[in-house]
């Protein structure tokens, strides 16, 4: 499987050192679409503060990747629901570690989580 960034250059905002426009994914057999998954540890209790539940995500997500014998080098995109604008920076950070500094892309909403313990949800795309 092949990565290509796709960054036009003109006539649209420049992307940055952690943002792409688009990733064109090339030679994939598979895709795995990942639900929207919380910071909820085995027993659904979710972790007590945003890096806490972000460390929980990063970890279930590995988990699941691993099932389907994948890992978050094969994740393509990512779709983040955070419950307060002021947790894009520290989400953001959390992603780009989990993601060993690769640079995907990725859309970040603020919106009313279904719990309000959830601070943040992420849903996922990785191809193989």
Same mark, same amino acid.
């Given at each position: ?9 003109? @006539?649209?905002y ?12 090339? @030679?994939? @057999?598979?895709?795995l ?6 910071g ?16 929980l ?6 988990r699941?990747?691993a ?24 989400n953001m ?17 603020v ?8 601070l ?6 990785a191809?193989?």
């Amino acid at each position: 499987m092949e990565l290509v960034p796709r960054n036009p250059a003109d @006539g649209i905002y420049p992307a940055t050192d952690d943002y792409i426009h688009a990733h064109e994914v090339r @030679g994939a @057999g598979r895709l795995l679409f990942i639900s929207g998954t919380m910071g909820l540890d085995q027993q659904g209790k979710p972790g007590a503060t945003l890096e806490e539940q972000l460390e929980l995500i990063w970890s279930n997500i590995r988990r699941i990747l691993a099932a389907a014998d994948m890992t978050v080098d094969n994740i393509v995109r990512t779709t983040a629901y955070l419950r307060d604008p002021a947790y894009a920076e520290t989400n953001m950070k959390a992603r780009v570690a989990a993601l060993n500094g690769r640079v995907i892309p990725t859309t970040t909403i603020v919106a009313q989580t279904l719990v309000s313990d959830w601070l943040v949800e992420i849903e996922a795309i990785a191809a193989a």
